[in-house]
């Protein structure tokens, strides 16, 4: 058993400790092996020599990003502990400066692996639950592909599976059939783009709602394309999307396992095109998990109880 005492002179011990120490309470509950004990701004421990080790290296990263950000959430604490690497975010995270100045970045460490993963490949899967930021992400990495000139338009696709496909009965043209389906698409790209712009690119075709049904006989050069809830897609839908793909093009595919909302006897074209196309050179697959969550706390919460009772079955 060691003891060890850390100095804390970098920032108000109050705002490492949160208010009535609900931040060191939450903090503790990571290391139960560890006896962490405050005093002022004194940090005293009492452990294994290795738990503490481990404790000082989390410890410092989470001093280093209050010092660059000025602020340290219960999410930003998490991230830091349970990610392997260090979590702070860099000038190398920011994709791209949306609307009103606002840096989009890569927050996370499965969201930096994206990032990572479409500049050496020219597919990628994104696969994790509501919240995660995969969407987002594709959407940002899209945006920053055409601003780039790295490709000449950005198509967006996504099954609509509550209408069946078969959208001709609904009102309007084919923009307004599918804004229902695709609004998280068209906020990221609110986000992204200035509205002027954006309209701009949306009536020029620069940017384009292409409804997966009418994907069919499409060769997509030069194009960053992605589809969202693809595990909505029927096997056959899948295979047709992914054959689309023409040259000089990125395909970002994104879905959670957890919602799928085919028929009950229909398989999921995304569960079985992940398990053959696995290994595949060029085709990275990303799981995101619930530390990538960046919404409220409690969804968070909510993935990981459905997670456990799901795994407990």
Same mark, same amino acid.
């Given at each position: ?13 109050? $705002? ?20 962490? /004990? ?9 452990? =294994? ?10 410890? $410092?990263?989470?001093?280093? &990003?209050? %010092? ?15 990610? $392997? ?5 860099? $000038?190398?995270? /920011? ?10 970045? +890569? ?9 990572? +993963? ?6 990628? !899967? ?12 594709? /959407?940002?990495?899209? @945006? ?6 790295? /490709? ?8 609509? @599976?509550? +209408? ?23 906020? +990221?790209?609110?986000?992204?783009? #200035?509205?002027?712009?954006? %309209? ?31 595990? %909505?897609?029927?096997? &056959?839908?899948?295979?047709? !999307? ?20 085919? #028929? ?7 569960? =079985? ?22 919404? &409220? =706390? ?16």
């Amino acid at each position: 058993m060691s003891e060890k005492v850390l100095e804390i002179n970098s920032i108000n011990p109050l $705002d490492l400790y949160g208010a009535n120490n609900k931040k060191l309470t939450f903090i503790k509950q990571f290391f139960p092996k560890l006896k962490i /004990v405050a005093r002022g701004n004194q940090l005293k421990l009492i452990g =294994e020599e290795e738990v503490i080790q481990q404790f000082e290296l989390k410890f $410092d990263l989470m001093l280093q &990003h209050f %010092n660059k950000y000025q602020r340290l959430t219960a999410s930003n604490i998490e991230r830091i502990i349970m990610d $392997d690497a260090s979590v702070l975010e860099g $000038d190398d995270d /920011v994709l791209l400066h949306g609307t009103q100045g606002r840096m989009i970045k +890569a927050r996370t460490a499965n969201q930096r692996k994206m990032v990572s +993963a479409i500049e050496k490949n020219d597919m990628l !899967f994104a696969i994790g639950p509501a919240g995660t930021g995969k969407t987002y992400t594709a /959407v940002a990495l899209a @945006v920053r592909s055409l601003k780039n000139k790295e /490709v000449k338009r950005i198509i967006l696709t996504r099954p609509a @599976v509550e +209408a069946g496909e078969n959208l001709g009965f609904l009102p309007g043209d084919l923009k307004e059939k599918l804004d229902p389906y695709l609004q998280p698409l068209y906020d +990221a790209l609110r986000d992204m783009i #200035p509205t002027e712009k954006l %309209n701009e690119y949306l009536e020029g075709g620069v940017i384009q709602i292409a409804p997966l049904a009418f994907m069919r006989g499409r060769t997509l050069d030069k194009a960053f394309v992605i589809l969202d809830e693809a595990q %909505n897609t029927t096997t &056959h839908q899948m295979k047709m !999307f992914l054959t689309r793909m023409g040259m000089s093009a990125k395909f970002v595919i994104t879905g959670d396992e957890t919602q799928v909302d085919l #028929p009950p006897k229909q398989p999921s074209g995304l569960l =079985e095109c992940l398990k053959a196309l696995k290994g595949i050179k060029g085709i990275s697959i990303i799981k995101l998990d619930e530390k990538d969550v960046i919404r &409220h =706390e409690l969804v968070k919460k909510i993935i990981k109880a459905y997670k456990d009772k799901i795994e407990n079955k």
